[in-house]
C-alpha cells in the first residue's frame, strides 16, 4: 500500500486552537524543546516533571533561549516576554486536567509510559490528545495499556526540537485518523513540517537510517578504508552533513547501538539490520564517542584527529579518452576543460567512462573492480565512487582491481586529480563507500514505502529533515536510475552471498515497469 502522497505536504484537520492548554511530561533535553516549540506557537504550557524543581528550571533555560532568539532579532522581545509568560511549571498529574494535548517525553521504557498514560485517562478530558515523542517504543504497544487506545499517537521530534523542522506524526495499530491529523495539522501550525508514519519498528528516520552506519561498519570491518577516510568521502563526494563514524561518536555508541539493536531485535533479525561487533566493542569498552571522550575517534585533551588517507599526487596523464554520454563523463570533461587538459572523445559499448595510461575506469555497479575485471576481460580495471555532483564534488574514492598494474591506477588517479579531485583509494571493496550506502539507504527507503509505513514524499522529506540528507534516498535513486541501483543491490548480493541485500520489491516493479519511484 502506498499512502496518498498529499498526506506529506498538507494537513487534513484542523490545527489545535492556541487557546489549547498543551502539557509536557519529561523536561529533559528533548521535552525542553518541544515545550518551547508549543509557547512560542502560542500555547499556554504546563511542565511536569517526576524530578523536584526539574521543570522550572527547564523553563529557565527555555525563557533563556526565548532571551538569546530576541538579542539576534530572531523574534520580538514582546513575543519573548509572552511566549515565556505561557510556560508554567506544575508539581502533580492533576494539575493537567485542562490538557487539550499531553505530550510525553519521559524515559524509553514501555511500562513506564504504559503507567502514565493510564494515569492522565483518569485525569484529563474524553477529547484530550495523546503524543508520546517516543524514538524507538511501538506506538501500538503504549497504547495497548490504555482504555482508549484510540487517542493516542506517536509526535516524535527530532534534537535539538526547537531547530529541526521533522515531526513523525505516528499512529498505531487503534490510533483514530483524525487524532493523526490533528497531530499533523498542529506540528504544521507550529511551523514544523510533519509526515505520516505507521508504527513500525523505528518509524522512517530511524530504519531508513541503519545502512548509513551499518555498509561505513562493513568496510571498516573488511579493511576497505580507514574512519577518517570513509567520513571525508561520505561528506565530500556524498554531500552528507557528516560522515557516518563522527557521526555515531556524536550520537553516542551506547545510544546508536541500541537503536540498531532494537529495530534487528523487532524485525526478529533481519540480517539487513545485524549490528556490527565492532560497535559492540565500543559499547563494552564504554568507549561511546564525544561524551565519554573516546569513540572512533579520540577527544581527550591532546588527541590529534586523523586526516582521511589521500592519493599522492601523480603527474597529469596525456592520452585520456573520455567516453559516453553519462553525467559523470561530461563532468569530468569539463572540469578538464576548465582546468586545460587536453582530452578525446571515444564510444567504447560497455560503460567505461574513461581510459587513461591503460586503465579503463567505471563508475562502481556494485561488484569489486576484480570481479569486473575477471568478467570483462580487462586487467586493468579502476573503479570511481558515487558523487551528489560530479562537477563540484572536490573528493572522489576509487578503487582497483587486485591484478591492476600501478602505473596504471597511477594514470587514473592522476587524471582525476588533473580534474580537481582529491582522491582517496579505498580497498577493492564492492560499491566502495558512497554508492553501497545510497543503494542501501533507497533500498530500505523503498520497502518502508512497500509495506505501507510511510510514502515516498515521506521518506525523502524525513531523511532530509531528520537527519539532513543531501537528497531524499528515493529522489536519490531515482536520479541515478532504478535499474543502475537494482544492479548494484543484486551484485552486492551476489558477492556477499547475504539476504542483506535483496531488492526491495518496490524497486524491482519499478525497474520492470520502467517507471521511477515518484512517476
Given at each position: 500500500m502506498i499512502v496518498n502522497a498529499t498526506q506529506t505536504c498538507k494537513p487534513v484537520a484542523h490545527a489545535l486552537p492556541t487557546s489549547a492548554i498543551v502539557a509536557v511530561v519529561?523536561?529533559?533535553?528533548?521535552?525542553?524543546?518541544?515545550?518551547?516549540?508549543?509557547?512560542?506557537?502560542?500555547?499556554?504550557?504546563?511542565?511536569?516533571?517526576?524530578?523536584?524543581?526539574?521543570?522550572?528550571?527547564?523553563?529557565?533555560?527555555?525563557?533563556?533561549?526565548?532571551?538569546?532568539?530576541?538579542?539576534?532579532?530572531?523574534?520580538?522581545?514582546?513575543?519573548?516576554?509572552?511566549?515565556?509568560?505561557?510556560?508554567?511549571?506544575?508539581?502533580?498529574?492533576?494539575?493537567?486536567?485542562?490538557?487539550?494535548?499531553?505530550?510525553?517525553?519521559?524515559?524509553?521504557?514501555?511500562?513506564?509510559?504504559?503507567?502514565?498514560?493510564?494515569?492522565?485517562?483518569?485525569?484529563?478530558?474524553?477529547?484530550?490528545?495523546?503524543?508520546?515523542?517516543?524514538?524507538?517504543?511501538?506506538?501500538?504497544?503504549?497504547?495497548?495499556?490504555?482504555?482508549?487506545?484510540?487517542?493516542?499517537?506517536?509526535?516524535?521530534?527530532?534534537?535539538?526540537?526547537?531547530?529541526?523542522?521533522?515531526?513523525?506524526?505516528?499512529?498505531?495499530?487503534?490510533?483514530?485518523?483524525?487524532v493523526a491529523d490533528t497531530l499533523f495539522a498542529t506540528a504544521a501550525a507550529w511551523g514544523k513540517t510533519p509526515v505520516h508514519a505507521r508504527s513500525t519498528p523505528g518509524f522512517i528516520v530511524n530504519r531508513v537510517a541503519r545502512p548509513y552506519y551499518a555498509e561505513a561498519l562493513r568496510i571498516l570491518n573488511e579493511g576497505g578504508g580507514d574512519c577518517a577516510t570513509v567520513d571525508a568521502i561520505m561528506r565530500d563526494a556524498g554531500g552528507f552533513r557528516m560522515g557516518p563514524f563522527e557521526l555515531m561518536d556524536m550520537i553516542g555508541h551506547d545510544v546508536n547501538f541500541a537503536v540498531t539493536r532494537s529495530v534487528w531485535n523487532a524485525f526478529y533479525n533481519d540480517p539487513r539490520f545485524t549490528p556490527s561487533l565492532i560497535q559492540q566493542e565500543l559499547v563494552d569498552a564504554g568507549f561511546y564517542g564525544r561524551k565519554s571522550g573516546r569513540g572512533f575517534y579520540d577527544y581527550r585533551d591532546g588527541a590529534e584527529r586523523p586526516g582521511a588517507q589521500?592519493?599522492?599526487?601523480?603527474?597529469?596523464?596525456?592520452?585520456?579518452?573520455?567516453?559516453?554520454?553519462?553525467?559523470?563523463?561530461?563532468?569530468?570533461?569539463?572540469?578538464?576543460?576548465?582546468?586545460?587538459?587536453?582530452?578525446?572523445?571515444?564510444?567504447?559499448?560497455?560503460?567505461?567512462?574513461?581510459?587513461?595510461?591503460?586503465?579503463?575506469?567505471?563508475?562502481?555497479?556494485?561488484?569489486?573492480?576484480?570481479?569486473r575485471a575477471a568478467e570483462s576481460g580487462i586487467d586493468n580495471v579502476v573503479l570511481i565512487d558515487l558523487a551528489l555532483d560530479y562537477a563540484s564534488a572536490p573528493r572522489l574514492a576509487v578503487g582497483a582491481a587486485i591484478n591492476c598494474f600501478a602505473p596504471a591506477v597511477g594514470a587514473a588517479i592522476g587524471l582525476l586529480q588533473a580534474a580537481g579531485f582529491e582522491v582517496c583509494r579505498l580497498g577493492d571493496t564492492p560499491g566502495l563507500a558512497v554508492m553501497r550506502t545510497v543503494a542501501m539507504l533507497a533500498n530500505e527507503a523503498a520497502d518502508a514505502v512497500h509495506q505501507g509505513v510511510c510514502d515516498a514524499a515521506a521518506a525523502d522529506a524525513a531523511m532530509k529533515l531528520g537527519v539532513n540528507y543531501p537528497r531524499g534516498p528515493l529522489e536519490w535513486a531515482d536520479r541515478i536510475g532504478l535499474p543502475a541501483i537494482c544492479a548494484v543491490l543484486a551484485n552486492l548480493a551476489r558477492f556477499y552471498g547475504e539476504d542483506r541485500y535483496r531488492v526491495s520489491p518496490l524497486i524491482q516493479q519499478r525497474v520492470l515497469a520502467g517507471k521511477k519511484i515518484h512517476d
Open positions: 519529561g523536561t529533559g533535553a528533548m521535552g525542553a524543546g518541544i515545550a518551547q516549540v508549543a509557547a512560542a506557537a502560542g500555547h499556554v504550557v504546563k511542565l511536569l516533571d517526576n524530578r523536584p524543581g526539574a521543570a522550572a528550571k527547564a523553563i529557565e533555560g527555555i525563557r533563556a533561549q526565548f532571551g538569546k532568539l530576541a538579542d539576534k532579532a530572531k523574534m520580538s522581545a514582546e513575543a519573548a516576554q509572552a511566549a515565556s509568560a505561557r510556560l508554567v511549571a506544575v508539581e502533580q498529574l492533576g494539575d493537567l486536567a485542562d490538557a487539550a494535548l499531553v505530550i510525553e517525553a519521559i524515559v524509553e521504557n514501555l511500562e513506564a509510559k504504559q503507567t502514565l498514560y493510564r494515569n492522565l485517562e483518569e485525569i484529563v478530558a474524553a477529547d484530550c490528545i495523546f503524543g508520546t515523542n517516543t524514538s524507538s517504543i511501538s506506538v501500538t504497544s503504549i497504547g495497548a495499556a490504555m482504555q482508549r487506545p484510540e487517542r493516542l499517537a506517536g509526535l516524535h521530534f527530532f534534537n535539538p526540537a526547537p531547530l529541526m523542522k521533522l515531526v513523525e506524526i505516528v499512529s498505531g495499530l487503534a490510533t483514530e485518523r483524525a589521500v592519493a599522492v599526487a601523480q603527474q597529469a596523464p596525456g592520452d585520456i579518452v573520455l567516453h559516453g554520454h553519462s553525467a559523470v563523463a561530461h563532468a569530468l570533461a569539463d572540469r578538464l576543460f576548465e582546468r586545460k587538459i587536453a582530452h578525446t572523445w571515444g564510444e567504447a559499448a560497455d560503460g567505461r567512462i574513461a581510459e587513461v595510461g591503460g586503465a579503463v575506469i567505471f563508475v562502481t555497479d556494485g561488484r569489486t573492480a576484480t570481479q
